[in-house]
């Protein structure tokens, strides 16, 4: 291997590269600044399996010396300048590359000098091709319905090209598909059915094209669909059946023709985050059962024709950072509960019929006139270029009438009360309990209360059941949701599990930890009462195949993990090592923020133990080997549990995953893998994304990876600290936030 990427290398490469390097396997010269013509010598190195010449500047044209690599697997070209020849009009490189029968991975997008067409003899391509990616490249004419053939295919990107005619219906043949891109070409003709065969699709982008007729009912069938971006062409409906996507996370129907009434059962797309319908001819109300859809983040309907009020249940949308209702027939007034939407960064409903007053307060304050314009009978704040509010002198004169013995009621009681305090503070003190909460915080809660809270601990309730107990949803009278960990009574290990949890949480307050609020217990009646979590445990988010995650949530939930365990580790002179790091331990709040609960078999060490030894088992698979074969419990335990649990986070995989047994193991999977295979371990929906911000995952999940193997060490003493694994998991973000800006 000779990897010299991520440097600032220019200049040209020797003409004699490739020469006298018989055994090199892997050239990866990515991320620099070379420049010049790719040497044709470099096919000499005839045992190259790797060749990565990514985001540099070469120039020249891609040499068809290519095809006597008969190892290769991967060949990266992206983002330089390279060109065809100017004799052919397909491009002859690719019928070269057909004698690589290893060829896994062709990438040579962003190369824009690239004029001509794809060959039909892009079908012969390898049969282990998995991806093509070939955007930004100005190829013109058909996609040849050869490419069907490509059966091992599941990442197809030809957006922003030149192409014309129809998409071929011979894509349907490629059942291993999960992102198909082929927006920003000049495609006609409708969706071919056959792509309804694709049962692992998850990630379909025909925008900016010149399609048209209805949206296929078929869609609304493919229920691994997580985006759908269909904008700007001319679709004219949406089948009924679209709305059975529940999983659908990014749904963009804009600029197209689509008529009538928006779906009644809008409702069902429950996970999708993104959701634009604007510029097209939907008329009728907004329907209020939108405010259903708990993650949307971004919607717009503006450029509709749609009538009636905006709902005022829109305030029930509070994961809303832009809303944008512009340009349609809306009238009467802006709910003043929208004032409750504390993450909503743009507004915009200027150029409608609406009336009246202008909310003013929450995130109000900061939008300007451009979000209002255009409706001539709104008042408010003169900064909003609208005429003030009338105010009625009639109604101040009742407001009054009311609010004057409401106001000397209240002084009256505020002076009995300050002559009450004052004659008890007069009275001898009572000894104050040191131990206890904050009084605000504290409340003894019984087991009458708990069981009317879970309506009887009732099954619907029911939110798990682990090894010492069962966790159930509860409402106390106060209006507060609770989840209760109720022990099981007929086991030792569970009380014992009981008191432990007790000791720990009362000694230890984290933003990232479940935080306790009170206990029931008894002689035969044990629980925990806590803080319930809304979006439940990571485990869930990784395998149902309603949620998703994408890399920047991943990251952030390890990262809060990690802050966690770094706290435990280090954040007083009680050591905490937690002993069960897994997924179902790690519980998500209603901004997605991870909490680490169930303390039942951590264990609490002082300033001179910094290992004891247990007979406790922990989660097989997430074990250290010190604890799995010794029963030897340190900070570095948790620390291993830690790198399995991020390897599981980015793979998808369980440590007890069926392929793993005893010649294999997910640590060395994933070892093998990289950096070279990166994308054969990494969970495959969080690649599929376009050009430059997948590249920018990549690096941030091959960076998390190698991170995760040095918390793998065999050796406990070998193991990187919680402390280090935080500082550079946050470095790792900052340079993903990095590569996302530039997308």
Not at 109 to 120: M, Q, R, S
Not at 297 to 311: C, D, E, F, K, V
Not at 416 to 444: A, D, G
Not at 704 to 710: D, K, N, P, T
């Amino acid at each position: 291997m000779i990897w010299l990427g991520f440097n600032q290398l220019s200049g040209q490469l020797p003409s004699t590269a490739g020469l006298g390097l018989p055994k090199l396997e892997g050239l990866y010269l990515e991320l620099n600044e070379l420049s010049g013509p790719i040497p044709t010598f470099i096919s000499n190195a005839s045992n190259l399996i790797f060749l990565q010449l990514t985001n540099n500047s070469f120039s020249g044209t891609v040499p068809d010396t290519f095809g006597n690599l008969k190892y290769l697997q991967r060949l990266d070209l992206g983002h330089n300048n390279l060109s065809s020849k100017p004799s052919s009009p397909v491009l002859s490189f690719l019928s070269s590359l057909t004698r690589c029968k290893s060829l896994e991975v062709l990438i040579f997008d962003d190369n824009p000098l690239i004029n001509g067409e794809l060959p039909v003899s892009v079908g012969n391509l390898s049969a282990s091709l998995t991806l093509f990616y070939a955007s930004h490249c100005n190829i013109k004419g058909s996609i040849p319905g050869e490419i069907g053939n490509l059966s091992k295919l599941f990442w197809l990107g030809l957006d922003h090209n030149d192409f014309t005619g129809t998409i071929p219906a011979t894509l349907g043949r490629l059942r291993e598909l999960q992102d198909v891109d082929l927006g920003s070409n000049k495609l006609e003709g409708s969706i071919p059915s056959e792509l309804c065969h694709l049962e692992r699709l998850a990630y379909l982008t025909l925008t900016d094209n010149k399609l048209f007729g209805p949206i296929p009912e078929c869609l609304g069938h493919m229920v691994s669909l997580r985006n759908l971006f269909l904008g700007s062409n001319s679709f004219t409906s949406i089948p009924s059946t679209l709305t059975r996507l529940d999983g659908i996370l990014f749904l963009e129907l804009s600029s197209n023709s689509l008529n009538g009434s928006l779906p009644t059962d809008i409702r069902n797309w429950k996970s999708v985050t993104n959701l634009n319908l604007s510029d097209n001819r939907f008329s009728g109300a907004i329907p209020s059962s939108i405010a259903d859809l708990m993650h949307l983040t971004h919607l717009s309907l503006s450029g509709n024709m749609l009538q009636g009020s905006i709902p005022a249940s829109f305030d029930e949308l509070i994961s809303l950072e832009y809303l944008d209702l512009s340009r349609n027939n809306l009238s009467g007034m802006i709910p003043k509960s929208l004032e409750k939407l504390q993450n909503l960064k743009s507004f915009n409903v200027s150029f409608n019929r609406l009336q009246g007053e202008i909310p003013s307060r929450g995130l109000f304050g900061n939008y300007s006139s451009q979000s209002f314009i255009g409706n001539e009978d709104l008042c408010g704040p003169s900064r909003l270029q609208v005429p003030p509010c009338k105010t009625d002198p009639s109604k101040s004169a009742n407001l009054l009438k009311y609010i004057l013995p409401v106001i000397g009621s209240v002084i009256l009681v505020s002076v009995v009360v300050i002559i009450l305090l004052r004659s008890r503070n007069t009275k001898t003190e009572l000894p104050i309990q040191e131990n206890l909460p904050p009084l605000p915080e504290w409340r003894r809660i019984s087991y009458h209360d708990l069981a009317q809270a879970t309506d009887g601990f009732s099954e619907s309730n029911l939110l798990g059941v682990g090894s010492f107990g069962s966790v159930y949803k509860g409402t106390l009278s106060t209006g507060m949701t609770i989840a209760v960990k109720v022990f099981h009574v007929n086991q030792d290990r569970a009380f014992k599990s009981f008191d432990i949890e007790c000791e720990v949480l009362r000694n230890i307050r984290h933003r990232n930890l479940v935080k306790i609020i009170s206990s029931c217990s008894n002689v035969d009646f044990k629980a925990l009462v806590l803080e319930f979590m809304p979006n439940g445990s990571l485990e869930k988010w990784l395998y149902s195949h309603n949620h998703f995650l994408n890399v920047l949530q991943r990251l952030n939930i390890v990262i809060d993990i990690a802050l966690a365990l770094e706290y435990l580790h280090h954040g007083h002179t009680l050591l905490v090592v937690h002993c069960d790091i897994k997924p179902n331990n790690i519980l998500l709040d209603t901004d997605m923020i991870a909490h680490l609960g169930d303390f039942g078999i951590a264990k609490l060490l002082g300033e001179e133990d910094s290992t004891i030894q247990t007979k406790t088992l922990a989660t097989i698979g997430y074990m250290s080997p010190e604890y799995g074969s010794e029963g030897i419990v340190s900070t570095k335990g948790d620390v291993y549990s830690f790198g399995i649990l991020v390897m599981e986070t980015f793979t998808r995989k369980k440590p007890t995953d069926d392929i793993f047994g005893e010649e294999m193991s997910l640590k060395r999977w994933v070892k093998e893998s990289l950096p070279s295979s990166l994308v054969d371990v990494v969970d495959s929906e969080l690649l599929n994304t376009r050009e430059r911000e997948g590249l920018a995952a990549k690096d941030c999940i091959l960076s998390i990876l190698q991170l995760a193997l040095e918390c793998l060490a065999e050796v406990a003493e070998e193991r990187i600290d919680m402390e280090e694994v935080v500082a550079r998991l946050k470095k790792i973000k900052t340079m993903y936030l990095r590569g996302t800006e530039q997308v």
